[in-house]
């Protein structure tokens, strides 16, 4: 069965730092990855995917994130945080199986930032 | 381009009740999904629907059940409601063509007292 992990719980930077979440998942097949971005009482927007080809992509915001295979992570980065990054972050793997599809999702982790 | 709604946003029930959830899709996604967010839990798959059909469930009690309507409209129930059952339900449509790609709604945030 698919998963995902992220290791930092709770990741606190100042604002015009460096900023770069972990995601490690866990899929027999090529993953079809995810970061979702979730304010407080909001959905999940999506900032960026991965399907095939070129393992660094770009996103929204400024985003970016790596695919590594051979450590099955995709971690994502931003060269400098602004304070409306503030936020919980969600890795997902996608997966298919039966004719169906879902995401199966991380415990996020929630960045804050400082002025 | 409208993104996904979700009725209602906000939502008191009591143990026992029942409780049904209103999800209108961007138009042209003919997939709707929902998830379960709890604290503890976090983001758990409920189930999908393509074409008014249920296509994979998550692992969930029969409590939960849901459709789709022909307008791609879908709603999920909760029947019995039980204090575990307070969560944010978010729903999610895609297109049919690059079904992994996942628009959120809102969610409704219901509290079961």
């Known amino acids: 069965a698919q998963s995902v992990t992220q290791p930092d719980i709770h990741i606190t930077v100042s604002e015009g730092a460096s900023l770069e979440l972990r995601c490690n998942y866990s899929?027999?097949?090529?993953?079809?990855l995810f970061w979702y971005v979730q304010s407080p009482g909001q959905g999940l927007q999506l900032l960026l995917k991965?399907?095939?080809?070129?393992?660094l992509v770009q996103g929204i915001k400024g985003f970016e994130a790596e695919f590594k295979r051979s450590q099955s992570s995709f971690n994502l980065r931003k060269p400098s945080v602004h304070w409306s990054d503030a936020a919980e972050y969600f890795c997902?793997?996608?997966?298919?199986?039966?004719?169906?599809?879902?995401?199966?999702f991380g415990k996020g982790t929630k960045l804050s930032v400082i002025p | 381009k409208a993104g996904v709604t979700q009725t209602p946003r906000y939502l008191i029930k009591t143990r026992g009740q029942q409780v049904t959830l209103s999800c209108s899709p961007i138009?042209?996604?003919?997939?709707v999904s929902w998830y379960q967010q709890t604290p503890g839990q976090g983001l758990q798959f409920l189930f999908e629907?393509?074409?008014?059909?249920?296509?994979n469930k998550g692992n969930f009690p029969g409590r939960f059940s849901g459709r789709q309507f022909s307008n791609s409209r879908s709603e999920m129930n909760v029947s019995t409601l039980e204090l575990g059952d307070s969560a944010l339900y978010l729903c999610?449509?895609?297109?049919?063509?690059?079904?992994?790609?996942?628009?959120f709604g809102p969610g409704t945030r219901l509290t079961v007292t």
């Open positions: 999610a449509s895609s297109l049919v063509r690059d079904h992994y790609e996942q628009y």
């Open positions: 899929y027999g097949a090529t993953p079809y």
């Open positions: 991965y399907f095939s080809g070129d393992t």
């Open positions: 997902a793997v996608g997966s298919r199986g039966a004719g169906s599809y879902q995401l199966t």
């Open positions: 138009s042209g996604h003919r997939s």
């Open positions: 629907y393509f074409s008014e059909t249920q296509r």
